[in-house]
């Protein structure tokens, strides 16, 4: 089941909109992250009708996700250019992912700052050259190259082109909330073993107008400026083939 069939079942919301979570969308004991915030971001904006696009997100993972999955939403408020909605995603433990979409008309103003900070650009993959991770996992659902990490490797920066194998009629704004999340936190890297990791929550504005890109790929930047006492600060960004950056973001980690 891809990322788009599984927002049109769970969309309307409520249980009898349930959906069970199908085989290779986990990582650990829990939903993909980017897949729980992709079907929260689908249950929001079809919750109310003409919504303006998506502007912001503030992601809680709360808990763990598995089993039977149910989104439920609420309209915190709405004006002439600004909705507020909250969308929550339960569980066979219950809640599991709590969220507040900020959807947003475009104001005219003579004010305007464009100053993102490149990351490393790779070459765009190969497509001799990709791989998927195991059927289990949530990367057998996506496509990259090389390993997605290298524990050990001494940088606090990771970097990777990712996307999806289906995405055909997908959202953009879906898309691009599920592959924000498709790498590991940037502290791994530093690393020199294994070790448990599991983010807390995540900040995302949407800076594009256009969301688009060539073959599905997107550029993951994870940059982690802090970490102590088993908790980490990473800035995060998402740009597509040609180099335009399309969101930005902030996640908090946790590492044991």
């Known amino acids: 089941m891809n990322l788009k069939d599984m927002i049109t079942q769970i969309d309307a919301g409520g249980a009898e909109n349930a959906l069970p979570l199908p085989e290779g969308w986990v990582q650990g004991r829990t939903a993909f992250g980017g897949l729980s915030s992709a079907l929260a971001y689908g249950a929001a904006k079809h919750s109310e009708q003409d919504l303006p696009p998506l502007r912001s997100a503030q992601i809680a993972f709360t808990g763990p996700l598995f089993g039977t999955l149910t989104a439920e939403t609420r ?12 969308s929550e995603i339960s569980g066979d433990q219950g809640l599991g992912l709590h969220c507040c979409f900020v959807f ?8 305007s700052v464009h100053k993102p900070e490149e990351p490393p650009f790779p070459p765009l993959p190969a497509d001799a050259d990709l791989r998927s991770g195991p059927a289990s996992y949530f990367t057998s659902r996506m496509e990259f190259v090389g390993k997605r990490i290298d524990v050990g490797h001494p940088s606090n920066r990771l970097t990777r082109w990712m996307r999806l194998k289906e995405r055909d009629g997908l959202d953009p704004v879906a898309e691009i909330l599920c592959m924000g999340d498709s790498l590991p936190p940037s502290i ?19 800076l594009a107008t256009d969301i688009s890109t060539d073959d599905g790929w997107w550029l993951i930047d994870s940059v982690t400026h802090d970490a102590r006492d088993g908790a980490s600060s990473q800035y995060m960004s998402i740009w597509n083939s040609r180099r335009q950056i399309i969101a930005t973001g902030m996640q908090s980690v946790v590492y044991y």
């Open 75 to 86: 309209l915190i408020s709405r004006g002439k250019s600004t909705a507020f909605i909250q």
């Open 104 to 111: 947003a008309k475009a104001r005219s103003h003579d004010l």
């Open 188 to 206: 791994m890297n530093m690393m020199d073993q294994n070790a448990m990791v599991s983010s807390v929550n995540w900040q995302v504005n949407i």
